[in-house]
């Protein structure tokens, strides 16, 4: 399975800074998809990173908030920009893979975000 | 849309038992994938079962299992002899081709695992 690692794995940061946080997977691959868990809640999908493209946002994300790069197949990054105290929240890149019968999916060990 | 439901937010199991975690869905695709990811403590998220729509039989990976009612739009996950590490949040979690192959998750089950 697709190894993919995440940068920086925890942050404290000050309200109205912004905190990039990198996605690296040691194969190329498709699809790469940035999703967002607050705490004590399920994952909801923030976008998804196709390389050579926009990024396509779900529904309450924007470009603006939380622009993402995907400069190539194996590497991405999320920008979680102008942070407020409601930003605090584990920040999980997930990757698709073709494992035969069906894509599966895996995740990185994720950012968990502080804002103070 | 697609809708993942687990009705359970906590469950106890003793160990070395069996535990079902309950999961139901809704979809209008016709070709669907259910995953069940395992989220410990240190909050990485693991993938454990896969079952497709179309699959005729149960998915299984070592102490998993998944018990599929196609029908009921159920995809139950089945833990046997349960042990200490077990003990963590379970997310079911759906896929389809209509919805580019982004997961939509339940709100998850935490399971705790007692000696």
């Known amino acids: 399975s697709a190894v993919i690692s995440q940068k920086p794995s925890r942050d404290i940061c000050q309200r109205g800074t912004s905190l990039t946080i990198q996605c690296q997977v040691d194969?190329?691959?498709?699809?790469m998809f940035w999703y967002r868990q607050q705490p004590g809640q399920s994952l909801t999908l923030i976008a998804t990173?196709?390389?050579?493209?926009?990024?396509?946002?779900e529904s309450g994300f924007v470009i603006d908030k939380f622009p993402i790069s995907r400069p190539n197949l194996t590497f991405s990054t999320l920008t979680v920009s102008n942070m407020s105290p409601e930003d605090s929240s584990i920040y999980l890149c997930?990757?698709?893979?073709?494992?035969?019968?069906?894509?599966?999916?895996?995740f990185g060990s994720g950012t968990q975000l502080s804002v103070l | 849309a697609q809708k993942i439901t687990q009705t359970q937010p906590g469950m106890f199991v003793q160990e070395k038992e069996a535990v079902t975690l309950d999961c139901t869905y809704d979809?209008?695709?016709?070709?669907?994938?259910l995953f069940w990811y395992k989220q410990p403590s240190s909050g990485e998220m693991i993938f454990l079962i896969y079952?497709?729509?179309?699959?005729?039989q149960n998915a299984t990976e070592g102490r998993y299992s998944l018990n599929f009612q196609k029908a009921r739009k159920s995809a139950n996950l089945v833990i046997s002899a349960s042990q200490l590490g077990d003990s963590a949040m379970y997310f079911c979690?759906?896929?389809?081709?209509?919805?580019?192959?982004?997961?939509?998750f339940g709100k998850g089950t935490s399971l705790l695992v007692t000696p």
């Open positions: 997930s990757v698709e893979e073709d494992g035969g019968r069906y894509e599966k999916l895996f």
């Open positions: 194969s190329q691959v498709t699809m």
């Open positions: 990173a196709n390389q050579g493209s926009e990024a396509t946002y």
């Open positions: 979809t209008s695709d016709p070709s669907y994938g």
């Open positions: 079952q497709g729509s179309y699959d005729q």
């Open positions: 979690a759906m896929s389809s081709s209509n919805s580019g192959y982004a997961l939509n």
